[in-house]
């Protein structure tokens, strides 16, 4: 991904590539083209999967909230609105969700067990009174199942936040994210349709979803998270079809598809370490990512195969020669 120093730079060097009409200018140009009709196109099936819970959220929001500093206030806003949710399961369904992680908070490191403490009183401290007594009724029948130990820690735990509320100091030990702890396995992840329904399909356009209420917290505008994110988005678009026709020029059709099916595979290799939360279902989850990489391989081969011809890349290869020979 292009930082924003790298991205000017950048610019700077089309432009100056362009004023001199070095052929190099074609390759960066159509390279670009392919890249962001190919993010469009990618984006029509990356869409449909996150309408029909096939994908986790809008992820160019996601990366608006990362840019604009809204992604550290999200997690705290997840685990309120599911705190909110289990309020309004019955009975039994209440119980089924929150025991295993309840039970699972119990067998924390103290300084993590506290940060996840603090996010669910957070929560509870959010709802009417009914619902917020229907869930510590839960809450209070699962510790009194949990071994002697384990309901001593939480209880010591849940003392010193009330004495120590989350705005004193908190220790040098109190981490400042929960996202290690899922990243660890020490918490269980939350199913990807109900991460979907918790932070709001659409984003900060789902009102009283996670990532509008943590966007509302950081003083961010719904409209700057969305520009963000997909000016983002679509930067690296640019960027996957520049670096292809740098690398391979005009290439073929197969090209096109194996390089868009590489990008797919960092995704895939990178997801659960940028969504620790949410428990993606592999290898279901796959299916929308590659379909909409081979998507936008077509625009990127097409611009390329059409408007980077032989004469091109000759003249490319002989102003690089020239290079070399100057040096």
């Not at 039970?103 to 009174?129: T, Y």
């Not at 592999?282 to 004469?311: E, Q």
Request: aromatic share 10%.
């Amino acid at each position: 991904m292009l930082t924003l120093p790298a991205l000017i730079v950048f610019v700077i060097l089309v432009i100056y590539l362009a004023y001199s009409r070095d052929t190099l200018f074609q390759l960066l140009l159509w390279g670009a083209v392919g890249g962001v009709v190919g993010t469009a196109t990618l984006d029509i099936v990356r869409l449909l999967g996150v309408k029909f819970n096939a994908f986790p959220v809008d992820m160019p929001q996601m990366f608006g909230a990362m840019a604009l500093g809204v992604a550290p206030k999200l997690p705290k806003n997840v685990m309120a609105r599911m705190v909110a949710m289990f309020a309004d399961l019955p009975d039994q369904r209440r119980r089924e969700m929150m025991e295993p992680r309840i039970k699972a908070i119990s067998e924390l490191p103290d300084g993590e067990r506290k940060l996840f403490m603090e996010m669910m009183m957070n929560g509870l401290g959010k709802l009417p009174e009914e619902k917020r007594n229907r869930v510590m009724k839960t809450q209070l029948e699962i510790l009194s199942s949990l071994p002697e130990d384990n309901r001593s820690r939480m209880m010591k735990t849940m003392d010193s936040i009330i004495m120590l509320p989350p705005s004193g100091n908190p220790g040098r030990d109190a981490p400042k994210s929960p996202m290690a702890t899922f990243r660890a396995g020490r918490m269980p992840k939350i199913p990807m349709s109900m991460f979907n329904s918790l932070v709001g399909k659409w984003g900060v356009h789902t009102r009283g979803g996670a990532l509008d209420l943590a966007a509302e917290e950081a003083g961010v505008s719904s409209t700057s998270l969305v520009l963000a994110g997909y000016l983002w988005h679509v930067v690296n678009g640019a960027s996957y079809g520049i670096a292809y026709t740098l690398i391979f020029g005009s290439g073929s059709w197969i090209l096109a598809f194996a390089w868009c099916t590489f990008i797919w595979l960092v995704m895939m290799a990178s997801m659960p370490r940028m969504m620790p939360m949410v428990d993606l279902p592999y290898p279901r989850f796959t299916l929308v990512p590659l379909l909409a990489h081979w998507a936008m391989a077509i625009p990127i081969g097409y611009f390329a195969l059409v408007y980077i011809g032989p004469s091109v890349l000759q003249a490319v290869a002989s102003n690089c020669s020239l290079y070399a020979k100057s040096y």
